[in-house]
Structures are given as C-alpha cells and as structure tokens.
C-alpha cells in the first residue's frame, strides 16, 4: 500500500526556536496534504490543507504564521513550528491524499519544546 | 467539524469479535463512513470503508444501516494487538475530522 513518512520522527527543541518537520509520499504523488496535532489522550485535530504550489488553508483558530506550511512538490509537504513555546510540545501527524481520494497517514512526530 | 458519535471506551475479550458502533445520523448521500484504528503514538491505521454496501476484507467487516444513519465495525477474532483507538469518519473527499473514537481494549 501507499505509504508516507515523517521527518523527524521525535524531536526536542529550546523554547523560541523553529522546528521543520517533513511529510513525504514515498510511492504516489500527492496534490493535497493534511497536518494534524494532536496533544495527549485527544483526538486528532486537522491544522490546515496543503495543496501543492498554493498556500495553505488554515483551520480557525490555527496560527498561519506560527504554523509554516510549505508544499513545494507533489511527494512533500514541510511544517515549520516558529518561535516554539512548551505548548506547541504535541504529536504531529501528516497525511496525504492521492488521485483516487484515498489518505494515508505518516507515522507522526513527536515535538517537545523546553 | 467531527459528524459521528462513538462509544468513548469498550472492552472485548480475546478471541471473541468486537462490534463498534458508530452514529452519523446526518451524513450525505455521497458521504463514505472511514474507520481508522491509532496504536497509542503511531499515525492512523486505515482499516475499512464503505458507502451503502456492508464491506469486509481481511481486518474487518464494516456494516452500514439501510438508512445509513449508523455503522458497526466488527472484529471478527480480536487479539491483543487490535488494542487501539478507533475512529469512525465521514469523508465527503475532501478533509478528515476526527471525533473522540473508541478506545477498545482486548482483555486475554
């Protein structure tokens, strides 16, 4: 099946730094990719759709610009967490969604803000 | 914003089948009901799908009412490794929401 990994898949980072994390489709090409977070014991909350060589939409009440994202290609899509702070410290998951409308989701990174 | 409605915990014993429910009394006619399962800190498992018609492959049976109004996922044999949350979605095609999901756990 359609696969799709994250990069890192666990990292910590000081407070006020920005942090990227890659999403990438390794074995279909994706017009459209999904960010979720999500905190502990929660549900996954949708961040923003990512369209390839567009801007991103962005769900209410996510930050655009502290929440970067970029999709430059069709197999990867980069979100970069700016100035982080302790409560940015969440589970990232991405997904991407190939031309059959199928998603397949990454495995997710663990970001921890000290 | 999420469209269903789960049961937020069950448990099942092993070996037995595990039935999860699912309430989406307003879904569209073209709306697919998604079910995903997430293993605690890994990303969501895709497990089955369906519009009007009752569908099965190798992980599971997805039954869907003839007013489509609500869903059961079944497990035909749980073993300690269906342990997971799972989630009930209805997907128009365009964007996931997730709801709280079911947190099943198989006991041995």
């Known amino acids: 099946g359609a696969v799709v990994s994250q990069h890192p898949s666990r990292v910590i980072c000081k407070s006020g730094t920005s942090v990227k994390i890659e999403c990438r489709s390794l074995d279909f090409q994706a017009t459209t990719m999904f960010w979720y977070r999500q905190f502990p014991k929660q549900s996954l909350m949708l961040m923003a759709t990512s369209n390839e060589g567009s801007k991103a939409t962005y769900e209410q009440g996510v930050e655009k610009d502290k929440f970067l994202i970029n999709h430059a290609s069709l197999t990867l899509s980069t979100l970069t967490v700016t100035s982080a702070h302790p409560e940015d410290s969440s589970f990232y998951i991405c997904?991407?969604?190939?031309?059959?409308?199928?998603?397949?989701f990454g495995p997710g990174t663990r970001l921890t803000v000290t | 914003d999420a469209k269903t409605t789960q049961p937020p915990s069950m448990d099942c014993a092993e070996g037995r089948a595990a039935n999860l429910p699912c309430n989406h009394s307003t879904i569209s006619g073209n709306e697919y009901v998604y079910w995903y399962r997430q293993i605690h800190s890994q990303g969501p498992q895709y497990i089955i799908h369906?519009?009007?018609n009752n569908e099965t492959n190798e992980m599971a049976s997805l039954i869907i009412t003839e007013d489509r109004k609500s869903s059961t996922l079944i497990l035909p044999h749980a073993t300690l490794r269906d342990t997971a949350v799972y989630y009930c979605i209805v997907y128009t095609g365009n964007q996931f929401y997730f709801g709280t999901g079911t947190s099943l756990t198989v006991i041995p």
């Open positions: 997904s991407a969604r190939d031309t059959f409308l199928q998603q397949y």
């Open positions: 369906g519009l009007k």
